[in-house]
């Protein structure tokens, strides 16, 4: 015979004040900024940038290791896979996301995977450090209706 033991817990209801990202003080921005920004936001669509770019002009990515933040390695590593390709390429070819950018800009003005891939990884770590100011903190809370505890802690 088996025997069941069932604890029956009742929900608490916790009231607490909540405050937009701009009505916090600078420590608990700073907070919110730690809970909120642990990763870069973009880095699917960057990497999908990459991959498009290989694609096009007929690299293989073999290899990469990427510390957005840029106290970490940044490291793509790559092989041909088709002839060198010698032609311009155009947004229309990659993804369309702006991190296309600095890879076309790039590879149209010096044909240098190593170059266009390092204007790449320059543009995206830039991006995320844009990330972490108060303006973009801002925006991004405010579009997704954020609010936190007085500490800056997400609700």
Sequence with gaps: MFALNLKITQMRIIETK???????????????KIELVSEYFWADEA?????AFAKEIGIKITDYSISWCGYGSMNVEWE?????????????????????????????????????????????QKDYEY?????????????????????????
């Design 18 to 32: 909540a405050y937009t990202f701009d009505e916090l003080s600078d420590d608990a921005k700073e907070n919110a």
């Design 47 to 51: 990497i999908n940038s990459l991959y």
């Design 131 to 155: 990330q972490q100011t108060d303006e973009y903190m801002l925006d991004y809370c405010e579009a997704n209706e954020y609010e936190f505890t007085k500490e800056g802690k997400l609700i």
């Design 80 to 124: 041909w896979i088709n002839k060198i390709h010698t032609n311009d390429i155009t947004v229309q070819e990659l993804t369309g996301y702006c991190m296309d950018f600095p890879l076309i800009e790039e590879w149209n003005d010096k044909k240098d995977v190593a170059r266009a891939i390092g204007a790449w990884l320059n543009q995206c």
